[in-house]
């Protein structure tokens, strides 16, 4: 197949635009491939953070867990404290109540001694 010189030029001038073209398109390629690559070295980088940032909060979690736990031990141990001094208060209120009834009992026996002895007394100096 012979082609006429002004054919193959125009052909010839056509591969150049696409070859051109093409060039083009992969640098512009390469450009996109360089760009992308630093966004996920990015991402890499951020991803890395966050993965640390999730291990200090779990582990902040933790700590602040078995505080909460710790506290409420103790706010149990204190409660069964309260209620045993609560029961002591109780069981003393009731013993001193017994007391003052005891103690009542044995004032009117000294009045009633103290009355006697005084008669005896009246009658002896008599």
């Known amino acids: ?25 992969l640098h512009s390629l390469q450009s996109t491939q360089s760009s992308n690559l630093l966004r996920l070295s990015t991402l890499r980088t951020s991803i890395s953070a966050l993965h640390t ?3 200090a909060t779990h582990s902040a979690l933790a ?3 078995a505080r ?3 506290l409420q031990a103790e706010l149990e141990k204190l409660r069964g404290e309260e209620r045993d001094k609560t029961a002591a208060v109780l069981t003393l209120a009731a013993e ?3 007391m003052s009834k ?6 009117a026996m ?8 005084g008669k005896v007394y009246d009658m002896w100096r008599e």
Do not use: F, Y
């Not at 197949?1 to 398109?25: C, N, R, V, Y």
């Not at 005891?102 to 004032?107: M, P, R, V």
């Open 110 to 117: 000294v009045a009633e001694r103290n009355e006697i002895a």
């Open 1 to 25: 197949i012979k082609m006429k010189p002004e054919a193959l030029l125009k052909t010839k001038h056509a591969q150049s635009e696409t070859i051109s073209t093409l060039t083009s398109s």
């Open 68 to 70: 909460c736990c710790a």
């Open 63 to 65: 700590h602040w867990t």
């Open 96 to 98: 001193a109540q017994r």
């Open 53 to 55: 940032s999730i291990q």
């Open 102 to 107: 005891d103690g009542g009992e044995a004032g």
